[in-house]
């Protein structure tokens, strides 16, 4: 089965993939927002989404590493890296301690913090494009870039509630 979906959150992303496999569809690929699933049993996977620190291309180490927890790397775009797990084999949580999840939360905070600058840098531009030329394609971009910087800064906003929630769990 082939579905599409635009996601900016990877908590969101998690649980509808969770939610597919319990309604017996495994993850087995994606591409530009597009899901590939494969049948199976209900319930049969556990999902995490996990942002890599760097992109070298595909990281034979990480998957072998993740080979050996009993994990299997599903997929990988650019730097988000797509893991399943047999749900037989317990729960599936790549970060369990309170450090580990603000280390995680900040590193997607930031990235998202990059990519709302370019966005915010290229909605300026076609804005301009738009108020000289009067065009309304210029007006349609503006309208879509201010959209997706609008969803860069709500994920940096909850990525930001996250890591404060944590950081009050960590004082208490």
């Known amino acids: 089965m082939l579905k599409f979906k635009l996601y900016y959150d990877k908590d969101a992303e998690e649980d509808w993939l969770k939610k597919m496999c319990l309604n017996g569809w495994a993850f087995k690929k994606f591409f530009l927002g597009f899901y590939t699933f494969e049948q199976c049993e209900p319930g049969e996977y556990n999902y995490q989404i996990d942002l890599l620190d760097n992109w070298n291309g595909y990281k034979d180490d990480y998957a072998a590493f993740m080979e050996d927890a009993g ?16 749900a037989t084999d317990g729960p599936f949580e790549m970060y369990t301690d309170v450090d580990s999840k603000i280390s995680q939360y900040s590193k997607i905070r930031n990235f998202f913090k990059v990519a709302l600058i370019l966005e915010v840098i290229c909605f300026f531009m076609e804005l301009m494009a738009t108020v000289n030329t009067g065009s309304y394609i210029f007006g349609i971009f503006t309208v879509l870039l201010a959209v997706i910087s609008l969803a860069m800064l709500k994920i940096i906003w909850k990525c930001n509630w996250k890591i404060e929630q944590y950081k009050h769990e960590k004082e208490t």
């Not at 994990?71 to 047999?86: F, P, S």
Request: proline share 0%; net charge positive; aromatic share 24%.
């Open 71 to 86: 994990v299997e790397v599903v997929g990988q775009w650019w730097r988000w890296v797509y893991l399943q797990k047999k």
